[in-house]
T-cell receptor
């Protein structure tokens, strides 16, 4: 079945540091890939997505590239801010059949950014 | 929250009681997904519904849990005879094109 593996957390950084959160996946076919962010006590917000190989998703300074050869979708940001402190989830969606659109999530990575 | 309301936001139940969680998508959304987030874990798919139909319930526990999405009104996730292990955050999501947009969730605490 489908699965998503994220790097172990938590991740603690100083403001303006470079961020990488690794994400690899296993899926049949050609899934769409997503990063969601969850702030304390809130629901998940879509951060960015990519729907086919070599696509790059980007939003609010975050980027991730869909790498089919390495089955990866690593999240990066060049300079983090305190306001980026949250939990980040990598997810995939496999199309087709009755499960169309069902999301499979990684375990989440807690990011804390200090001033 | 992309037009997805959930209520209540917080729900406290004692063991053995019933919990009803509601998800109200904006008009025009006919696909609803429910996910459960156990403490310090990722989200796990529970069920996928279209109006009046359950399409995929492969993630639903076999007993005590049920879901519906009637022609009129919100989608309901019902948990009968709750146990402490049911304490979690429950999220519903709607789908637009190939992307799901989540509601704010209901945090269920079982005493």
């Amino acid at each position: 079945g489908d699965s998503v593996t994220q790097m172990e957390g938590p991740v603690t950084l100083s403001e303006e540091a470079f961020l990488t959160i690794n994400c690899t996946y296993t899926a049949t076919g050609y899934p769409s890939l997503f990063w969601y962010v969850q702030y304390p006590g809130e629901g998940l917000q879509l951060l960015l997505k990519a729907t086919k190989a070599d696509d790059k998703g980007s939003n609010k300074g975050f980027e991730a590239t869909y790498r089919k050869e390495t089955t990866s979708f690593h999240l990066e940001k060049g300079s983090v801010q305190v306001s980026d402190s949250a939990v980040y989830f990598c997810a995939l969606s496999s199309g087709g059949g009755t499960s169309y659109g069902k999301l499979t999530f990684g375990q989440g990575t807690i990011l804390t950014v200090h001033p | 929250n992309a037009g997805v309301m959930q209520n209540p936001r917080h729900l406290v139940r004692r063991r053995g009681q019933e919990a009803r969680l509601r998800c109200s998508p904006m008009k025009g959304h006919s696909h609803v997904y429910w996910y459960r987030q156990l403490p310090e874990e990722g989200l796990k798919f529970m069920v996928y519904l279209q109006k009046e139909n359950i399409i995929d319930e492969s993630g639903m526990p076999k007993e005590r849990f049920s879901a519906e999405f009637p022609k009129e009104g919100p989608s309901i996730l019902r948990i009968q005879q709750v146990v402490r292990g049911d304490s979690a955050a429950y999220f519903c999501a709607v789908r637009r094109a190939d992307t799901q947009y989540f509601g704010p969730g209901t945090r269920l605490t079982v005493l």
